[in-house]
């Protein structure tokens, strides 16, 4: 059957969303949007589209025949905070799938144009965050907290597991709730719906007031210059910044976690999940 | 006195030096060492101090104590100042330290002259040995090159470095003999020559031998001091070009001199740092670099330095309307850089798109061509941007209203973003 105005309903994976192209063509309808929540009230027909791996396959197959870059693109995008952003993709991926790759020369194509300024943006902040991640060290294991509005931590994967390879790390995405995990030359990433830091030991906040202090040595009084230095570091940025924190934040966040916190003394690991490197 | 105190001290000392990127070197983890130097081509940005500044690098002097009595430098004998050293052992823990935490890309070393230029480096491949095999340290490191040091220690240094750096400072001959009257110019470019050789020595071997140890695999760069001397723009382009050609330089720096001390032969304690002047610069080194540009095509003998109201490139165009305006469907890439407002990034674009598509003034925007720059000196599908109205005559300063926007407001003469303006 198939329905004039329809919205899809999937679980907001990528799998998912591949399921929703293949249903659309099954069902030889144009959705006018999509929801990835679970609930989804609307006056319009809505179709539940169930994640099923071999539709994904099969669809990512016919994409990549059609233009491997354009399926590339079309991953990307899916990371990407743009507004509409299914609308936007599945509109895409039909362009792909009746005209191949070729508009994809062109980034100010109507369909591409979209999706190649979102990607621009994410790997903006992918560049970013690549230097301004900060680590703590809690008790040999290396944490790290960050407010991406893309879903980056992918994308950060490969380059921290390499510079870091000797290390066992985390970073945790508090806007998407994903934590990465590294240890030992393994990776994965996991949701977790929230995370409290441990408090940080002596060493630490020695190390963060050395730090705090050669930031603010190093700027030239004569040059000072916010506007310029809000261009390549905007503020949004600056709250999991140690330069930009006091020595010991932990502490100062609220009583009760900070409290529970140092009932454990001896555990290094962010409260409710192992910490990597303790993981046997 | 504490590790916080020499830190303050000895960064203090070490800020003036512009150089601060940890581009070039591609050198992947290895196991047992700490970090790797491959995080992107063009190296990575750790954070941005107050005055809007890149910080890649734990930028410090070994030593502040120095023999030399450089007129311009802040660390010059005759100046009463406190004096602090770091251990070696200090410096390596805190280099990875800082490191661990993500807060850095690597170290960068200088030093003040103690005792001799010898003496000073020995003391410097000391510290990095230290560093690089004591503490298996794998990361970027920038190292100074003392002018006068011997050449087998330069050749020790650039066996630890990822890259090395003389500093030329002063533009000129004139400038050098009166304001740093202990050094030469024979002095400074005698190790830059050496540089320069052994890199290129040293990746003819690693062609050969896959284990041949890597000198300076980033290459060398050099720091000239802008607004000290009476040197125009002209000379010192011309002087950044021949660094380029004859001594490959990966990068010129250009540091506005701040007014340190007072002296007779130097530009007064209250003179603001020459923000725009140094900005203006940069932009024409972009030029030479990435454009294609030559030093003798930007400034002239009668024109000796750039007008601080409108970018290099935008400048050049106006003396030269006779090759605009240019056809966007039809014009080579090299024809396209040349254009005000457009890119290497816009520029590939265009080639790109107007193989599939039909170009008009709309998609150029979502090319990234800087449009309200670009528009007077384009053609697309031989036509001009409906609405302009422009003559020779009023375009100087139809050009200057735009960019006035970009200036600081207040006339002072901020550091502007070369992303601003990098078309």
Same mark, same amino acid.
């Given at each position: 059957?198939?329905?004039?105005?329809?919205?899809?309903?999937?679980?907001?994976?990528?799998?998912?969303?591949?399921?929703?192209?293949?249903?659309?063509?099954?069902?030889?309808? @144009?959705?006018?949007?999509?929801?990835?929540?679970?609930?989804?009230?609307?006056?319009?027909?809505?179709?539940?589209?169930?994640?099923?791996?071999?539709?994904?396959?099969?669809?990512?197959?016919?994409?990549?025949?059609?233009?491997?870059?354009?399926?590339?693109?079309?991953?990307?995008?899916?990371?990407?905070?743009?507004?509409?952003?299914?609308?936007?993709?599945?509109?895409?991926?039909?362009?792909?799938?009746?005209?191949?790759?070729?508009?994809?020369?062109?980034?100010?194509?109507?369909?591409?144009?979209?999706?190649?300024?979102?990607?621009?943006?994410?790997?903006?902040?992918?560049?970013? /965050?690549?230097?301004?991640?900060?680590?703590?060290?809690?008790?040999?294991?290396?944490?790290?907290?960050?407010?991406?509005?893309?879903?980056? /931590?992918?994308?950060?994967?490969?380059?921290?597991?390499?510079?870091?390879?000797?290390?066992?790390?985390?970073?945790?995405?508090?806007?998407?709730?994903?934590?990465?995990?590294?240890?030992?030359?393994?990776?994965?990433?996991?949701?977790?719906?929230?995370?409290?830091?441990?408090?940080?030991?002596?060493?630490?906040?020695?190390?963060?007031?050395?730090?705090?202090?050669?930031?603010? !040595?190093?700027?030239?009084?004569?040059? %000072?210059?916010?506007?310029?230095?809000?261009?390549?570091?905007?503020?949004?940025?600056?709250? !999991?910044?140690?330069?930009?924190?006091?020595?010991?934040?932990?502490?100062?966040?609220?009583?009760?976690?900070?409290?529970?916190?140092?009932?454990?003394?001896?555990?290094?690991?962010?409260?409710? %999940?192992?910490?990597?490197?303790?993981?046997? | 006195?504490?590790?916080?105190?020499?830190?303050?001290?000895?960064?203090?000392?070490?800020?003036?030096?512009?150089?601060?990127?940890?581009?070039?070197?591609?050198?992947?983890?290895?196991?047992?060492?700490?970090?790797?130097?491959?995080?992107? %081509?063009?190296?990575?940005?750790?954070?941005?101090?107050?005055?809007?500044?890149?910080?890649?690098?734990?930028?410090?002097?070994?030593?502040?104590?120095?023999?030399?009595?450089?007129?311009?430098?802040?660390?010059?004998?005759?100046?009463?100042?406190?004096?602090?050293?770091?251990?070696?052992?200090?410096?390596?823990?805190?280099?990875?330290?800082?490191?661990?935490?993500?807060?850095?890309?690597?170290?960068?070393?200088?030093?003040?002259?103690?005792?001799?230029?010898?003496?000073?480096?020995?003391?410097?491949?000391?510290?990095?040995?230290?560093?690089?095999?004591?503490?298996?340290?794998?990361?970027?490191?920038?190292?100074?090159?003392?002018?006068?040091?011997?050449?087998?220690?330069?050749?020790?240094?650039?066996?630890?470095?990822?890259?090395?750096?003389?500093?030329?400072?002063?533009?000129?001959?004139?400038?050098?003999?009166?304001?740093?009257?202990?050094?030469?110019?024979?002095?400074?470019?005698?190790?830059?020559?050496?540089?320069?050789?052994?890199?290129?020595?040293?990746?003819?071997?690693?062609?050969?031998?896959?284990?041949?140890?890597?000198?300076?695999?980033?290459?060398?760069?050099?720091?000239?001091?802008?607004?000290?001397?009476?040197?125009?723009?002209?000379?010192?382009?011309?002087?950044?070009?021949?660094?380029?050609?004859?001594?490959?330089?990966?990068?010129?720096?250009?540091?506005?001199? $701040?007014?340190?001390?007072?002296?007779?032969?130097?530009?007064?304690?209250?003179?603001?740092?020459?923000? /725009?002047?140094?900005?203006?610069?940069?932009?024409?080194?972009?030029?030479?670099?990435?454009?294609?540009?030559?030093?003798?095509?930007?400034?002239?003998?009668?024109?000796?330095?750039?007008?601080?109201?409108?970018?290099?490139?935008?400048?050049?165009?106006?003396?030269?309307?006779?090759?605009?305006?240019?056809?966007?469907?039809?014009?080579?890439?090299?024809?396209?850089?040349?254009?005000?407002?457009?890119?290497?990034?816009?520029?590939?674009?265009?080639?790109?798109?107007?193989?599939?598509?039909?170009?008009?003034?709309?998609?150029?925007?979502?090319?990234?061509?800087? /449009?309200?720059?670009?528009?007077?000196?384009? !053609?697309?599908?031989?036509?001009?941007?409906?609405?302009?109205?422009?003559?020779?005559?009023?375009? $100087?300063?139809?050009?200057?209203?735009?960019?006035?926007?970009?200036?600081?407001?207040?006339?002072?003469?901020?550091?502007?973003?070369? @992303?601003?303006?990098?078309?």
């Amino acid at each position: 059957m198939a329905w004039d105005e329809v919205i899809y309903q999937y679980d907001g994976s990528f799998e998912g969303f591949l399921c929703c192209i293949y249903e659309s063509y099954i069902n030889k309808e @144009f959705p006018i949007a999509f929801s990835g929540d679970e609930e989804c009230f609307s006056l319009y027909a809505v179709r539940c589209v169930i994640t099923d791996a071999d539709h994904a396959r099969r669809v990512m197959r016919g994409l990549e025949n059609r233009s491997a870059s354009g399926a590339n693109v079309l991953r990307r995008a899916f990371l990407t905070c743009m507004e509409d952003k299914e609308a936007h993709l599945y509109a895409f991926a039909r362009k792909l799938f009746s005209q191949g790759g070729a508009f994809l020369k062109n980034q100010s194509d109507e369909v591409y144009h979209p999706l190649a300024k979102a990607i621009r943006h994410m790997n903006g902040e992918v560049e970013k /965050l690549r230097g301004f991640v900060r680590f703590s060290d809690y008790g040999g294991v290396l944490g790290a907290e960050i407010e991406p509005k893309n879903r980056v /931590l992918p994308l950060l994967r490969s380059h921290f597991c390499n510079r870091c390879a000797n290390e066992a790390f985390f970073i945790y995405d508090r806007t998407h709730k994903d934590l990465l995990l590294y240890s030992g030359g393994r990776s994965r990433i996991l949701r977790v719906d929230r995370l409290d830091l441990n408090l940080p030991g002596e060493e630490e906040v020695h190390y963060r007031a050395l730090w705090k202090r050669f930031y603010e !040595t190093i700027a030239i009084k004569e040059r %000072i210059n916010p506007r310029l230095q809000d261009t390549h570091m905007p503020k949004r940025y600056r709250n !999991t910044m140690t330069e930009f924190l006091p020595a010991d934040h932990e502490c100062r966040k609220s009583a009760i976690p900070a409290k529970a916190a140092a009932a454990f003394p001896g555990s290094a690991a962010p409260g409710g %999940i192992p910490a990597p490197g303790t993981l046997r | 006195m504490d590790l916080l105190e020499k830190l303050t001290i000895l960064s203090d000392a070490a800020k003036y030096d512009a150089a601060c990127t940890s581009s070039g070197a591609k050198r992947s983890y290895q196991v047992g060492k700490i970090g790797n130097t491959s995080s992107s %081509i063009a190296g990575c940005c750790h954070s941005f101090s107050a005055d809007g500044r890149c910080i890649t690098l734990l930028k410090v002097l070994m030593t502040n104590s120095c023999v030399y009595d450089c007129k311009y430098c802040v660390n010059r004998r005759s100046n009463e100042t406190k004096r602090a050293a770091f251990t070696p052992k200090e410096l390596a823990e805190l280099t990875i330290e800082f490191y661990r935490r993500n807060y850095i890309e690597g170290l960068f070393l200088s030093s003040g002259v103690l005792r001799n230029p010898d003496y000073t480096t020995e003391q410097m491949i000391r510290a990095l040995r230290i560093l690089r095999h004591d503490y298996a340290f794998n990361g970027y490191i920038h190292a100074k090159a003392i002018p006068g040091t011997s050449p087998e220690l330069v050749t020790e240094l650039g066996l630890l470095a990822d890259r090395l750096s003389v500093n030329v400072e002063l533009p000129s001959e004139a400038g050098l003999q009166s304001l740093a009257p202990d050094k030469t110019k024979a002095a400074i470019l005698r190790p830059m020559g050496q540089i320069r050789d052994s890199v290129v020595q040293s990746k003819a071997e690693l062609v050969k031998y896959r284990h041949a140890p890597s000198f300076a695999p980033a290459g060398q760069s050099t720091q000239l001091i802008v607004g000290a001397t009476a040197d125009s723009d002209r000379h010192i382009l011309h002087l950044t070009e021949s660094l380029y050609q004859r001594f490959r330089l990966k990068r010129v720096f250009y540091s506005a001199y $701040v007014p340190v001390v007072e002296n007779t032969l130097l530009p007064s304690p209250d003179t603001k740092p020459p923000l /725009l002047r140094e900005h203006r610069l940069y932009q024409a080194d972009w030029l030479l670099r990435f454009y294609g540009f030559r030093a003798e095509e930007l400034l002239t003998e009668e024109q000796p330095d750039f007008n601080p109201l409108i970018d290099p490139k935008c400048s050049w165009a106006i003396g030269h309307l006779e090759q605009f305006p240019v056809e966007i469907t039809t014009a080579d890439y090299e024809t396209l850089l040349r254009v005000p407002g457009i890119g290497p990034v816009g520029a590939k674009r265009i080639v790109s798109a107007r193989r599939v598509s039909h170009l008009r003034f709309e998609d150029l925007q979502k090319l990234g061509v800087v /449009l309200k720059r670009a528009q007077f000196f384009i !053609t697309c599908g031989g036509r001009i941007r409906s609405g302009l109205r422009f003559s020779a005559s009023t375009l $100087v300063h139809q050009l200057e209203t735009i960019q006035r926007g970009e200036l600081p407001p207040d006339g002072t003469m901020a550091q502007l973003s070369l @992303f601003d303006t990098a078309g």
